[in-house]
């Protein structure tokens, strides 16, 4: 069989999955393999007629993969899956409030600077500022906001 594409994936603890996907001749299929410590431990496989509807390629085998592991180690797989498939909804954030910090900061100094990072900020859901942020000094807030930017960049 042809194949189509490889990847390897860590999960941690010594345990890693190799999958690769090969053509067959109704449609294509992927493989996975289960590898605690350099030896197989499981394997899957996963036989598709048309196209998937995963979060990631091999989502699907490796979640198989997962079912035939001891508990544990299936479910360090299954997290690993929900992780990996989860986008990062707050880069774009990040980035736009990291090129407003800058434009501010060259254009109308820190206190500009922070309150437009601050309106951006105040658009994400579930984000509350601390009450007494209107009280605080301009270079902590920048500090504060800066912080914000890093871990919202964090996949």
Same mark, same amino acid.
């Given at each position: 069989?042809?194949? %189509?594409? &490889?990847?390897?994936? #860590?999960?941690?603890?010594?345990?890693?999955?190799? *999958?690769? !996907?090969?053509?067959?001749? !109704? +449609?294509?299929?992927?493989?996975?393999?289960?590898? @605690?410590? +350099? $030896? =197989?431990?499981?394997?899957?496989?996963? *036989?598709? *007629?048309?196209?998937?509807?995963? @979060?990631?390629?091999? &989502?699907?085998?490796? /979640?198989?993969?997962?079912?035939?592991?001891?508990?544990? /180690?299936?479910?360090?797989?299954?997290?690993? *899956?929900?992780?990996? $498939?989860?986008?990062?909804?707050?880069?774009?954030?990040?980035?736009?409030?990291?090129? %407003? +910090?800058?434009?501010?900061?060259?254009? =109308? @100094?820190?206190? &500009? !600077?922070?309150?437009? /990072?601050?309106?951006?900020?105040?658009?994400?859901? +579930?984000?509350? %500022?601390?009450?007494?942020? #209107?009280?605080?000094? =301009? #270079?902590?807030?920048?500090?504060?906001?800066?912080?914000?930017?890093?871990?919202?960049?964090?996949?």
């Amino acid at each position: 069989m042809k194949t %189509l594409s &490889e990847k390897t994936f #860590d999960i941690g603890n010594g345990l890693t999955i190799d *999958c690769r !996907s090969e053509r067959t001749r !109704s +449609g294509f299929r992927h493989l996975a393999v289960a590898c @605690g410590n +350099g $030896r =197989e431990v499981a394997k899957a496989k996963a *036989c598709y *007629c048309n196209r998937t509807w995963e @979060g990631f390629e091999f &989502e699907s085998v490796i /979640q198989r993969v997962a079912g035939r592991l001891p508990k544990e /180690q299936g479910a360090a797989v299954l997290a690993f *899956c929900e992780k990996y $498939r989860e986008p990062n909804r707050l880069a774009p954030v990040a980035a736009v409030m990291g090129l %407003l +910090g800058l434009l501010g900061l060259l254009a =109308e @100094g820190l206190a &500009e !600077s922070n309150a437009a /990072q601050t309106r951006i900020l105040k658009t994400v859901p +579930g984000i509350d %500022l601390p009450a007494d942020w #209107d009280g605080l000094p =301009e #270079d902590v807030k920048a500090k504060r906001l800066a912080g914000v930017v890093k871990v919202m960049r964090e996949p």
